[in-house]
């Protein structure tokens, strides 16, 4: 088989794991065709490690942008239920301040009647 044949079957049976002994007999023949495997090895090598490493980054970004996300939806959600006890809260001591005073008035004397006609307890409408 001549040079340019040997090149030729190399590229052709390179990936082709039933003719590994072949290409092995090749690359054992032609020195130049030995150089360009290990270059070929090592770039192989090289793309495998730059898959790893994207992939690896590729993993700490998502982990990163879903923390980031998780976050801002926690702090929606405490704002909406801090709100609601707000809101709750408030009614609760609106109400709880409206009975003492109606039953300071109350025990003041006065009638019902004449508490809804005071000016004193009118809301300021």
């Not at 001549?2 to 090749?26: C, H, M, Q």
């Amino acid at each position: 088989m001549s040079n340019p044949e040997r090149w030729a079957v190399y590229f052709e049976y390179l990936t082709d794991r039933g003719k590994r002994s072949t290409i092995n007999e090749i690359v054992e023949q032609e020195e130049g065709i030995a150089m360009a495997s290990e270059v070929l090895l090592t770039i192989s090598r090289d793309e495998e490690e730059r898959a790893r490493i994207m992939r690896a980054e590729k993993t700490e970004l998502d982990y990163i942008s879903y923390m980031a996300w998780a976050k801002e939806e926690g702090q929606i959600k405490g704002h909406a239920e801090g709100l609601a006890e707000g809101i709750a809260e408030g009614r609760a001591e609106g109400i709880a301040e409206g009975r003492l005073e109606i039953h300071k008035l109350l025990k003041s004397g006065k009638s019902p009647d004449e508490i809804l006609k005071s000016e004193d307890t009118s809301p300021g409408i």
